[in-house]
């Protein structure tokens, strides 16, 4: 693996899931491939799981970490091309990526969507920038359209805890009193394409995802039938696509209850955190043991230390 920008670097998903399981029962077999190897995590937004859990996947591989938050700290940065820097930006993505890239071997990055330009957010110009103009492997931990090491991490709790070979997985809106990024419902959609599940969708209407990135992926608009059966029920709120970023109705009856548990076959409630308890899902059902939040939490070391080892394994010899 060069970079970890979208679920599609992955080259076979059933055997890195496989690796990661196997990389959590033994997190400190590889200790010695990260030696005088560091690893650069640039946030342009807030973090909790994603900062500690690929920090630490970063240190079972013996790499050293270094940490910058970009908003706030770093100059403020120009990412368009030919610009007269007059104004309030004060450097350059060109001299920024390049000179970071003289310190790390590697360079994981956050940059949520803007939610306002759908054009840049589609271009994925922070996290392409740093690509282009970076000379190490970059990962993402979430941009403007992807969260694939969420989308990993979920791969691997669904594999851990399914009961029959062809589970069924219900990804299911909710409501939120912000507007938030697709990039989770994006990333996880991509990824149950690429797995043996029976896989369904439900929002209201007009919160379509983009359908270059659902396909063929059936769209129910009633989430109680969606729900008959379920095996997982990932939940997820997300702004508007098509009506880029904005909220256009937040019926609180789209939240997760245990009424609505009741209608899946016992199924896990799933969600990538943080979450809006008793706005999302009620405290009955995060609560209950039918909830998989703290296993996916986990799981994110594992997901992060197993694309960190295929990248890892692709430098040139130190
Ligand atoms: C982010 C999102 O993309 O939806 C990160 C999820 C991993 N979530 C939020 O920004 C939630 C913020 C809030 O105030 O609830």
Redesign the pocket.
């Known amino acids: 693996m060069k970079h970890y920008l979208t679920t599609d670097d992955i080259e076979s998903v059933p055997k890195i899931i496989a690796e990661a399981i196997e990389l959590k029962k033994e997190p400190y077999r590889f200790e010695q491939l990260g030696k005088h190897r560091t690893l650069g995590m640039l946030f342009f937004n807030s973090s909790l799981r994603t900062r500690l859990s690929t920090q630490k996947a970063a240190m079972q591989l013996g790499m050293q970490v270094m940490v910058m938050n970009f908003s706030g700290e770093a100059w403020s940065l120009e990412f368009e091309d030919g610009s007269v820097m007059n104004g309030s930006t004060s450097e350059h993505i060109k001299e920024a990526a390049a000179v970071v890239s003289q310190y790390c071997d590697i360079i994981a990055i956050r940059a949520?969507a803007t939610l306002t330009d759908k054009e840049k957010d589609e271009a994925e110009y922070v996290l392409k920038s740093f690509q282009k103009y970076a000379s190490v492997p970059i990962v993402n931990m979430?941009s403007a359209t992807a969260?694939p090491l969420?989308a990993l991490t979920d791969a691997i709790t669904i594999t851990e805890l399914k009961t029959k070979e062809r589970p069924k997985v219900v990804l299911s809106w909710a409501p939120?009193p912000?507007a938030?990024?697709q990039?989770?419902a994006n990333s996880f959609t991509s990824m149950m394409q690429k797995m043996d599940v029976d896989f369904v969708i439900t929002h209201p209407e007009g919160y379509e995802l983009n359908p270059e990135i659902t396909k063929d992926v059936p769209i129910v608009y009633d989430q109680n039938e969606a729900l008959k059966d379920a095996d997982f029920v990932y939940v997820k709120n997300w702004s508007s696509y098509n009506d880029y970023g904005k909220i256009l109705q937040s019926d609180p009856s789209w939240k997760i209850t245990a009424e609505k548990m009741a209608l899946t076959n016992n199924g896990k409630f799933m969600h990538?955190l943080?979450v809006?308890r008793n706005v999302i899902v009620d405290d009955a059902v995060i609560d209950s043991l039918q909830s998989t939040v703290i296993q996916q939490a986990n799981n994110r070391t594992f997901a992060a230390q197993i694309v960190l080892k295929h990248i890892l394994e692709q430098l040139p010899k130190l």
């Open positions: 949520f979430e969260h969420q939120h912000k938030l990024p990039a989770v990538c943080p809006r």
